[in-house]
């Protein structure tokens, strides 16, 4: 959402100052390592407008002194939620997913049998609304018969708690399927009311959702086949992002996969 400046000079809209900005931008940063540019100010400013506004704040320092003293972390979860971006759909950059249906997963799941191993672990990290999560077990349940003894989980983590609601809701309209054949729409969705599908009990049964932290290195999860981490590294700084790839690579078992994106 990106928000003109200019437009927003009424008595209804509270504009932030340079100082405000930077306040809010560095506990940001300190708090979940998210970059926020001078470019986001305008993203800062109308997100923020609802809070203000109902918690009667008179002006953005007025909120960040409340973010800060929070004892509880509500929050400041609640301003991660606002600042951070979950923009996804099922079936986003088809050519990643292609090559994890055609390369990745099934040498995995040929190296688990070898192995004579019944246990596949995958993350996606930044999952947001858990389209991903979604995808990835829909290709492994294609892979495996109902009955095949082989146990998938795959753990979905974001930062964003209102996300991971919707993801454990697995609900979706329209909109997130415009990428996905209808095929697997209807293999594995049942339609609850025109325009809204609910994920099959198969793929549910696959999957769990957590919140995490990415900053937070040593909160990560371990023993993983496979961690995606695709649209998210582009709002950390080039600091950040190498910490965080390093932990990837602690979380993965010794021939795992890492899937990173800056994109």
Excluded at 23 to 38: A, F, P, Q, S
Excluded at 114 to 140: F, K, P, Q
Aim: hydrophobic share 40%; aromatic share 10%.
């Amino acid at each position: 959402m990106d928000i003109n400046l200019a437009e927003l000079n009424s008595d209804n809209i509270k504009l932030i100052s340079d100082e405000e900005f930077i306040l809010i931008r560095d506990l940001i940063y300190e708090k979940v390592g998210i970059n926020l540019t001078g470019q986001k100010k305008a993203l800062v400013t109308g997100r923020l407008q609802k809070i203000l506004r109902d918690r009667k704040f008179k002006t953005f320092k007025d909120y960040y002194d409340f973010v800060v003293t929070d004892k509880t972390g509500e929050a400041l979860s609640e301003l991660v939620d606002k600042i951070s971006t979950n923009h996804t759909f099922f079936g986003r950059e088809y050519d990643h997913f292609n090559f994890f249906s055609t390369k990745v997963l099934p040498e995995i799941v040929e190296r688990k049998r070898a192995e004579r191993s019944n246990d596949i672990r995958i993350w996606s990290a930044g999952c947001s609304t858990g389209e991903e999560v979604y995808t990835l077990a829909m290709m492994v349940a294609s892979m495996l018969e109902v009955d095949d003894p082989m146990r998938v989980r795959i753990l979905g983590t974001d930062i964003n708690s209102a996300a991971l609601e919707r993801a454990r809701h697995g609900v979706y309209r329209d909109w997130s399927f415009r990428d996905m054949p209808s095929e697997l729409v209807d293999t594995w969705f049942t339609e609850e009311m025109p325009g809204r599908y609910a994920v099959h009990p198969r793929l549910r049964d696959m999957v769990e959702f957590r919140q995490l932290n990415l900053v937070e290195l040593a909160s990560y999860p371990t023993g993983f086949d496979l961690i995606l981490c695709r649209n998210v590294l582009m709002y950390f700084t080039r600091d950040v992002v190498s910490r965080i790839v390093q932990s990837f690579r602690r979380s993965l078992r010794d021939d795992g996969w890492l899937v990173p994106s800056m994109t």
